[in-house]
């Protein structure tokens, strides 16, 4: 049988076509005795179509795609995705940043339990995890800049003493 969307050949009692998916139509059962030809010419079909679907079902690539309950992407609803990879709404990500941003210790540790639990919505532990990196980051140029006026201060102090002052 060949299939009339991709045109590949597929086993006579397939429901379905292995490449695309494609229905079969309802196929007749004809009653009735046939030739010594006909028979002949079934038998050795049947044997090629064995052999080939030996072969195709042997090849890796040609096994079936796995179904992961959503295909088409135009199907895809924020109802139909579990609940760990549904969106937050732009009000849950203020929530959280003032949640991380004004409870000065508890917000941390609040965003370090977010960003490395088990079970959470991914973007949930995701915004945690950038909540905590842009942290560091801030930390970072914090500390260099508290350390670059420093340096500036006791080198400003050091030529006021040194030349005394402003004259």
Do not use: H
Not at 1 to 27: E, H, L, R, Y
Not at 136 to 155: E, Y
């Amino acid at each position: 049988m060949i299939c009339s969307k991709c045109g590949s050949n597929c086993a006579n009692d397939t429901k379905f076509c292995p490449i695309c998916g494609t229905a079969f139509p309802a196929q007749d059962v004809f009653s009735g005795a046939a030739s010594q030809e006909t028979q002949a010419a079934d038998t050795s079909s049947t044997q090629y179509t064995q052999g080939y679907n030996q072969q195709y079902n042997q090849n890796p690539y040609n096994q079936p795609r796995q179904d992961y309950g959503y295909t088409n992407p135009q199907e895809l609803t924020e109802s139909s995705l579990p609940e760990n990879l549904r969106p937050l709404s732009p009000w849950a990500y203020l929530g959280y940043w003032l949640l991380f941003s004004m409870v000065p210790c508890a917000g941390i540790i609040l965003a370090f339990v977010f960003a490395f639990g088990n079970g959470e919505n991914v973007n949930k532990r995701n915004f945690a995890r950038f909540y905590l990196i842009t942290l560091a980051i801030g930390f970072i140029i914090s500390l260099f800049l508290v350390i670059l006026m420093t340096t500036l201060g006791f080198t400003f102090t050091n030529a006021l003493y040194q030349y005394g002052g402003f004259y």
